[in-house]
């Protein structure tokens, strides 16, 4: 103190939009992708091919539009490999005799812009392999008509829904809430079907969310999707609410339920519903407001329930302590204070007394208001994430004792004023008061009257 005393769920897959395989009834529609019935120049049909053969280094232009090779087969459920490669990119049609489209590819995948159709032809008879370039540009085309062995090696994907569950309107235990959206390679795919595949790897995604899918010469793979709904749990908010010092009244609430799962090594995500929802095998992660996220692996096959408990959100409490560094002997000619940006918000008067030497305050957390501590002129912003820890200096300003020529003495009421920094920041006060200052250095003040006139006295106070 300085005290002055002044003497002065499972998945299946259709036929994508690259190849696949299947049976051709000779009244099967023709595919999204190609006209019903295709217009070809007789001076576009280029001849025969047969089973087996390969014809290279076909010029074309778009003159005519299209070119055609015939080819015939001879028994039932002949299968058919075709390949239309270019140096630009290949589209190809398989056509019966009157150039009606039966099936029409633009990529094999995802990979090419050949062009490539598999499939099986039920009914012996005459077929046309028709192909162009896409764009209408200058190529070189070379075209394969592969016989039945060429479909040997493939493999065959399936995806099904666990048992118990299925689409949304149809009957089981656990209907998915809505159907998942199922692509291969790209290619958008339906639940409850196989899909003719090459050997390797191919790209299944549900709801967008890839699952790598590698499949070998021959075999069937079924993938069972896994099903899954949230089920969220709130535990209980305290019945008393902390007391606290200043700042807001608490307002106690419980996280809110996630609504989002993402994938633990994509930048993916995808929805988390209280209803069942088919999704991609996989490690994920859900986050809860408050928490760490938190990791779950969905299986192939697995029907689970993913039970989340929700925090209490609201009674954070962060502390403030203010330490006394000096006695108080004098009244409080101004009293440090703790204020909110918001309004409406609780203030704090720092108390007066002799015999206080530490408060401990606390009070919630709010990140919509700033907290100031203000004492003599001077602030200090509060942190709300960690503890604070505030020194006060005490500055006792005492009447001045004035003493005559004849050496008796009297006492003269003054006024004081602090300077920080070159700037009046407290003050006039009337002195047999005191103020708590910050550490710093100031000056002080001292102004008062005798006989003579105004005095004025300076000092400077360094804490």
Not at 409 to 436: H, M, Q, S
Request: aromatic share 8%; net charge negative; glycine share 8%.
């Amino acid at each position: 103190m300085r005290h002055f005393s002044m003497i002065v769920l499972g998945l299946a897959i259709l036929g994508a939009t690259g190849c696949g395989v299947g049976e051709i009834e000779e009244d099967e529609r023709a595919s999204e992708q190609g006209e019903a019935e295709l217009v070809v120049d007789p001076s576009g049909i280029l001849g025969d091919i047969e089973l087996g053969q390969t014809v290279s280094d076909i010029a074309f232009t778009c003159s005519p539009l299209r070119r055609a090779f015939r080819f015939t087969t001879t028994t039932p459920n002949q299968a058919i490999d075709i390949w239309a490669r270019s140096t630009a990119d290949a589209t190809v049609w398989l056509t019966k005799a009157d150039f009606t489209s039966l099936e029409y590819n633009d990529n094999a995948d995802a990979s090419t812009r050949d062009a490539h159709i598999a499939r099986k032809l039920r009914n012996p008879g005459t077929y046309y392999l028709v192909f162009k370039e896409k764009n209408c540009k200058p190529a070189t085309f070379s075209v394969t008509l592969g016989p039945s062995t060429a479909l040997e090696s493939w493999a065959t994907l399936t995806a099904q829904l666990p048992a118990g569950t299925c689409l949304p309107g149809e009957s089981c235990t656990r209907p998915l809430a809505q159907s998942p959206s199922i692509a291969v390679d790209g290619s958008t795919v339906a639940i409850g079907a196989g899909v003719r595949l090459q050997p390797g790897a191919h790209r299944l995604t549900v709801d967008d969310v890839l699952f790598p899918v590698e499949v070998a010469a021959g075999q069937s793979r079924t993938v069972v999707l896994p099903v899954a709904r949230s089920r969220c749990q709130a535990a209980g908010a305290p019945p008393i609410a902390v007391q606290t010092d200043f700042g807001s009244a608490p307002i106690f609430r419980n996280a809110a339920c996630p609504t989002s799962l993402s994938t633990m090594d994509l930048v993916q995500s995808t929805d988390l519903s209280p209803s069942d929802r088919a999704y991609a095998p996989g490690a994920y992660s859900y986050t809860v407001e408050g928490s760490a996220p938190v990791s779950v692996t969905l299986n192939e096959g697995e029907q689970r329930e993913i039970e989340i408990s929700l925090p209490v959100i609201g009674g954070d409490l962060f502390h403030t302590t203010v330490r006394f560094l000096e006695a108080r002997e004098l009244p409080d000619a101004a009293v440090a204070t703790i204020t909110s940006s918001v309004s409406g918000e609780r203030s704090y008067r720092l108390p007066a007394g002799t015999a206080i030497s530490n408060l401990n305050l606390q009070a919630y957390k709010n990140s919509s208001a700033l907290y100031t501590f203000t004492a003599a002129g001077r602030t200090v912003a509060l942190s709300q994430t960690g503890s604070n820890t505030l020194s006060l200096n005490r500055v006792d300003v005492d009447d001045v004792t004035v003493t005559r020529e004849d050496s008796s003495t009297y006492v003269a009421r003054g006024t004081y004023e602090l300077y920080f920094g070159g700037i009046c920041v407290a003050g006039p006060y009337d002195t047999a008061t005191g103020i708590d200052v910050l550490p710093g250095d100031y000056e002080l003040v001292l102004k008062y009257r005798t006989a003579d006139g105004e005095k004025i006295q300076r000092q400077t106070l360094s804490f």
